[in-house]
């Protein structure tokens, strides 16, 4: 708050006029004594008389200054707030300018002049007022906002009667609004962040839901067409149409896993994944997505290491890029170079990488599109072209998974991506042995619980051919419920994690307080689930949808094989 004091001139001036007040009255009343006349009335009636005066004078003078003090106290506190509000008021008359308050020249840029003399050098000084000026001269009061250089200002012109002149004044008021639009470009670029972002959401949660339905869909499709084919001779039409179904549904598959992965579901199981056939199939068919005139070339090095990734992750960076590669060559067509090798470290880091380097001979992109090509929601193709996410998740996932990315590029001669990846650990990629070709049996009796009738009957039918006894129902309260009554009657829990009423998780945590020992096989299309049990337990597996009869019957099997406490059983 601004606090104003006397200055020594004004402090000085009232103490004066206290002292004239007040020293001739002793005076009087002492001459008087002397010259032999004293008179107690004369000198009670000389200080009443001017101690009356003088509080008078007081009071004026008192009530005078206070008021000249708030004034003043009013007017620099007003020219204190234009200042802040970087607000200038000013009033034109024929060709002189009065400047009433403000200081908003200072925030100007440093070419303006500081100081405005005349309405010559104003006009020259900020020509955006010479149309507010001309309007308020013939009458019409001016309000607008305009733009000069990288300055936003906000004009106010009002006509005034001039007491007779031809010509009338105007008062004349600019705001520099330069930080407040700013503001609210911000605001509102925020805003709709926050909007695409929930709509990525909300598609985000669609798209989960999406893929949850369809892989049952899928799954069934499998299953169903597997076991035609094995009803039928390989050498017939018939099987060829069947073996045709069995691979379209692994392309959905493909999709469903994509999809998932979008919408922040995705399996996330890694696995030694090795890149040279996944490159080469990518890009062809992106290449021939596009029907655009592409020379591929392909330097793959076949004895590369894996890597060990989620696919569906990889896929999706591969997707991205060279989608992104194929679709700067629309126009006019050019070479897609695809090269894969092991190299030794680099940037500081001792360890070898498998490198991809994906080059494009497109368009290319300046070194300001360069620098933000990986933020999220930018995107330089039209609208309805894209979201913008693309290299945003492909730059998430190879963080996520050790590794890094860098992008060379030319306008006008084509863009280059280089990832560098770990290869495959000693302890991941240890060489798996492969499913024997003849699917394991059994005469176990299996508790096989599924709220979608197709994937029930899908089960039961598949186990029931492999040997097993099987009892299935779509009720999980039902599956509790015979598990509670007979739980040794039963060698086994086959059990889908998403169920109404009671989930898969539940009714593992269930049979688990009942039988700490007792295996449960988990059927999932999204995400992770850990053991009842924390940490890695031998009597509880995964099985993730959809899936085949061949890793159904094995991973049976091996639950069926580990006997009490972990401990295998012979079969």
């Known amino acids: 708050m601004l606090q104003l004091q006397e200055s020594p001139v004004q402090k000085f001036t009232s103490m004066g006029m206290r002292v004239l007040f007040l020293v001739p009255i002793p005076c009087l009343i002492l001459s008087s004594w002397r010259q032999g006349k004293p008179s107690w009335a004369f000198s009670l009636g000389l200080i009443l008389f001017s101690t009356f005066v003088w509080a008078i004078w007081e009071f004026l003078f008192y009530s005078l200054r206070q008021r000249l003090l708030r004034a003043r106290r009013a007017l620099v506190g007003c020219n204190h707030m234009m200042k802040k509000l970087q607000t200038c008021i000013f009033l034109v008359h024929d060709s002189e300018v009065f400047h009433l308050g403000g200081a908003m020249w200072e925030e100007c840029p440093e070419h303006l002049p500081k100081q405005i003399s005349g309405v010559s050098t104003l006009l020259s000084a900020y020509p955006f007022l010479k149309h507010s000026l001309q309007c308020a001269l013939s009458g019409q009061p001016m309000d607008e906002t305009v733009i000069f250089g990288d300055h936003f200002f906000e004009v106010v012109c009002h006509p005034m009667s001039s007491g007779g002149s031809s010509r009338p004044c105007i008062l004349c008021m600019i705001r520099n ?309 007979s739980l040794q009657s039963f060698d086994l829990l086959v059990t889908d994690r998403v169920m109404p009423g009671i989930t898969g998780e539940e009714l593992t945590a269930l049979v688990n307080k009942m039988a700490p020992d007792f295996p449960v096989l988990m059927l999932t299309g999204q995400g992770f689930v850990a053991p009842p049990t924390g940490g890695n337990s031998p009597h509880f597996d995964l099985l993730y949808k959809p899936t085949r009869k061949k890793e159904l019957a094995h991973k049976v099997r091996a639950l069926l094989d580990k006997g009490t406490h972990g401990t295998d059983t012979p079969h």
């Open 177 to 485: 609004i330069t930080f407040l639009k700013k503001s609210q470009d911000e605001r509102s670029y925020f805003a709709k962040r926050l909007e695409q972002a929930g709509r990525m959401e909300a598609l985000g949660t669609l798209a989960g839901g999406f893929a949850h339905d369809f892989n049952n869909i899928i799954f069934s499709a499998i299953g169903f067409t597997e076991m035609a084919m094995e009803q039928t001779s390989t050498d017939t039409k018939l099987h060829t149409c069947l073996t045709q179904i069995s691979l379209s549904c692994s392309r959905a598959k493909e999709l469903v896993e994509q999809i998932s992965l979008f919408s922040g579901r995705s399996m996330g199981e890694k696995q030694r994944l090795r890149l040279h056939p996944l490159i080469k199939s990518l890009a062809k068919r992106i290449v021939r997505d596009h029907s655009v005139r592409v020379k591929l070339r392909f330097y793959l090095d076949e004895e590369t290491p894996p890597v060990f990734m989620d696919p569906t992750a990889m896929h999706l960076v591969l997707f991205h890029v060279i989608d992104n590669a194929v679709r700067s060559m629309d126009e006019e067509g050019g070479a897609l170079t695809c090269t894969l090798s092991l190299v030794g470290g680099s940037h500081g880091d001792t360890q070898d990488r498998v490198k991809i380097t994906i080059k494009d001979t497109g368009c290319g992109m300046n070194e300001e599109t360069r620098k933000r090509i990986f933020d999220p929601y930018f995107t330089t193709r039209p609208p309805g072209e894209g979201m913008g996410l693309g290299l945003a998740t492909a730059y998430g996932i190879l963080s996520q998974n050790g590794g890094w990315t860098e992008v060379e590029s030319v306008p006008r001669e084509g863009t280059t991506f280089t990832f560098y990846l770990p290869p495959c650990s000693t302890e991941h990629c240890e060489t798996e042995e492969p499913l024997s070709t003849d699917n394991p049996r059994g005469t176990e009796h299996i508790l096989v619980v599924d709220d979608e009738p197709q994937i029930e009957t899908l089960l039961r039918i598949t186990l029931e051919s492999l040997g097993y006894r099987v009892t299935s129902t779509t009720k999980p309260q039902q599956a509790l419920a015979d598990l509670t009554q």
